[in-house]
């Protein structure tokens, strides 16, 4: 097997020993797998930073506020990230002394546990339909 081949796909060099590159390979090809790009950026960039404001996520990704809002709250649903709230003082731009300030992150825990949990239903899934299949094949009867 060469390895100039056009067809082969490299991923990126990490160490074996480091959780988090391990971790970082394991959240890219779940997310491109099963969602679109947008949204596996979102995701990408929110554990690439350990926690980021939505604001701040929108103007590095050129996307929409809304759309990122909408991402948010549907990876919040799935129990992939979670919502981590403080209330800061801000910069005097506003009449406001604090101001509440949302930053998201991955539970790792939870991300690896749902992942997890999807896996097996999948598999489940995919023996019921096996399982179906070969009683439709071994289950026939004689009409005369």
């Given amino acids: 097997m060469g390895s100039d081949s056009a067809n082969e796909i490299s991923l990126p060099p990490y160490d074996a020993n480091d959780p988090r590159a391990i971790l970082k390979t394991l959240?890219?090809?779940i997310m491109r797998t099963f969602y679109e790009v947008p949204?596996?950026?979102v995701i990408e960039y929110?554990?690439?930073h350990e926690r980021i404001k939505q604001q701040d996520l929108a103007e590095r990704l050129c996307l929409e506020p809304k759309a990122v809002r909408s991402y948010i709250q549907e990876f919040k649903r799935d129990k992939f990230?979670?919502?981590d709230h403080r209330l800061e003082s801000n910069d005097g731009t506003t009449g406001r002394r604090n101001q509440?300030?949302?930053y998201y992150k991955i539970d790792t825990t939870a991300f690896i546990n749902v992942v997890r949990y999807r896996l097996i239903h999948m598999q489940m899934h995919v023996e019921n339909l096996e399982r179906q299949q070969i009683y439709?094949?071994?289950?026939y009867k004689?009409?005369?």
């Fill in 81 to 83: 990230i979670i919502e």
């Fill in 46 to 48: 929110i554990y690439h």
């Fill in 39 to 41: 949204k596996s950026l």
């Fill in 136 to 139: 439709k094949s071994s289950n």
């Fill in 100 to 102: 509440d300030q949302y």
């Fill in 27 to 29: 959240i890219r090809c």
């Fill in 142 to 144: 004689c009409e005369q």
